[in-house]
Structure formats: structure tokens, C-alpha cells
């Protein structure tokens, strides 16, 4: 009969990983059997790790440039802005889109299609509102960032991009 090593008080150390630990997704997919008449169904979950943890990273805190300091700042703010109300207003304008052409081949409860194309546009109508209200918010991220410069033109000149000014020289005189 043997016995253990002693481990003088010290705890067994597992080995180092050969790999640093990064992001990875694990993937399950679980088909159900067929239900006879009904569609087929199947659920698909991800579980992503990053840095060795479960946890989903901490999201942002704030728009770029939210802290208003200097022109670069409210430049990138309204920019950000900008391009995220763009951004949603062409998604916006599509979905509409794609939503008017799907109900307008849903016939009604008779079984005709004579007032389907109608009845699609109505239902659509508020998405492409959205779109519109999305293109006015990308619009005035411009003019913040337009009337910014129009009313402070005259203290942005003055501080340079954080530059200190050369101060005029006095001029020459002989005497």
C-alpha cells in the first residue's frame, strides 16, 4: 500500500492553460421531432465566454464626445448621433417596406384581395412615419453641430484647437 506525497501545506497547482483565454461561442442546436401537421421548429442557443467568464461585457457609458469639452467633443457627438439616426431610418424605411409587401398578399376575411393593398398601407403607414422622424433626427444632429459653430465662431477661433496663440509683437520703431 503506498502513500500520497506529502504536500508540505501547499495545494496542488492544475497546469497552465496552452492558450491565453479568449473569446469563444459554444453553439447548441436541438431539432424537435416532426409534430405531424405542424412546421418544423428548432431552437438554436449561444452561450459566448469572454476572457475566461460568462458575463457579457459592460456596455458603453454614453456617446462619444458626451462630455462636451472641446470641439472634437460635440464634433464626434453630433456625428455619432447622426450616423445612428441614418442608420435607423434606412432600416426603418425598408422593414416598411417589406412589411406593405407582405400584408398586401394576405387576403381578407372573404377571401378577397380587393382591399388587401389598402388595408397594407394603413398597417405601414406609423413604420415609415418613424423613417421620416428618424432622417429629422439625423438632420438636427447637423444643425447642433452647424449652430454650435455659428454661435461660438468667435471662441473657437480664439482657442485654436487648444493651442496657445502667438501674441502680437509690438512693432519696430527707431527711437
Known sequence: MTTP???????????????????????????????????????SVSK????GSAAPAAAPKGAPG???????????????????ARDRASLTAMDAEALQAILKNIPDASGSFAGARIRAMKVSRPLKKIAAAEKLIAKLYVQLYAGFQREFEAELNKVGKGRVQKQPRAPFTWG
Request: glycine content about 6%.
Open 66 to 84: 458626451s462630455d462636451f469639452t472641446s470641439n472634437e467633443d460635440i464634433h464626434a457627438y453630433s456625428n455619432h448621433g447622426r450616423r445612428q
Open 48 to 51: 459566448t465566454v469572454v476572457n
Open 5 to 43: 506525497a506529502p504536500n508540505n501545506g501547499l495545494r496542488a497547482v492544475p497546469p497552465r492553460p496552452r492558450q491565453a483565454p479568449g473569446n469563444r461561442t459554444n453553439n447548441v442546436n436541438i431539432k424537435l421531432p416532426d409534430l405531424g401537421s405542424l412546421p418544423p421548429l428548432s431552437f
